[in-house]
């Protein structure tokens, strides 16, 4: 079955700068790539996602990048900000109807003003 | 506000009980996934139904069981309880034709 893995499990930056989180998967049939976001105690909520017919995607100060070759896709948050403080999930799925979304392991990232 | 319903928020229990968690799936979706979070730990996928029958398993336990209902709305039941169970249970929903999920604010389970 599908295993995703994510790096790095913490990662601290000041304000301002750029974050980047990597994952990879080991299925070659996925082809949907979302990310959440889950503050202490609430739902993971979904930020962005990218399918794969599309290698780069962004929305404001985050974006998605694909490399289905290499299997691993990426979370690059610039300009972070102190509500960007959370953790940040990396899944896959198979576009089969009953896709099930396997998740990475999380990565806590902390912004410091 | 997701649109994913569950109830009850937060329940305490002793050890070896039964409890049910209950989700209501947003408007016209047809598929509910339960996820497993304990303390400081990922999304563990337990199971899925669609349309009321099962179809995927994940790592759920022989102790825990789930089924969804013709109104779509599904239950997880727990029984047999340990400390190990206390977690935070959350169900989440999609249509068939779209990936994306939705996730419930989820069920605080305690187990004492």
């Known amino acids: 079955g599908e295993n995703v893995e994510q790096h790095p499990s913490t990662l601290s930056v000041q304000e301002g700068d750029s974050a980047v989180i990597k994952c990879t998967y080991s299925?070659?049939?996925?082809?949907?790539f979302p990310w959440y976001k889950q503050e202490l105690g609430k739902r993971p909520q979904l930020i962005i996602d990218?399918?794969?017919?599309?290698g780069e995607k962004k929305d404001q100060r985050i974006a998605v990048t694909l490399n289905k070759t290499a299997k691993h896709f990426s979370l690059h948050i610039t300009e972070t900000q102190p509500e960007d403080s959370a953790v940040y999930f990396c899944?896959?799925?198979?576009?089969?109807?009953?896709?099930?979304?396997?998740f990475g392991t999380g990565t806590r990232l902390l912004v410091s003003p | 506000d997701s649109g994913v319903t569950q109830t009850p928020k937060h329940l305490i229990t002793a050890t070896g009980q039964r409890v049910t968690l209950r989700c209501s799936p947003r408007?016209?979706?047809?598929?509910v996934y339960w996820y497993q979070q304990s303390l400081d730990q990922g999304l563990q996928f337990l199971i899925q139904?669609?349309?009321?029958?099962?179809?995927a398993k994940g790592n759920i336990l022989e102790r825990f069981s789930a089924q969804q209902f013709p109104d779509l709305h599904s239950e997880l039941n727990l029984s047999s309880l340990e400390l190990g169970d206390s977690a935070l249970y959350f169900c989440?929903?999609?249509?068939?034709?779209?990936?994306?999920?939705?996730f419930g604010e989820g069920s605080w389970l305690t187990v004492v």
């Open positions: 989440a929903s999609s249509d068939r034709d779209r990936n994306t999920i939705y």
């Open positions: 299925d070659s049939a996925s082809n949907y």
């Open positions: 990218i399918r794969s017919n599309v």
């Open positions: 899944a896959a799925s198979k576009n089969t109807g009953f896709q099930k979304l396997v």
């Open positions: 408007s016209g979706d047809l598929s």
């Open positions: 139904y669609y349309n009321g029958e099962e179809r």
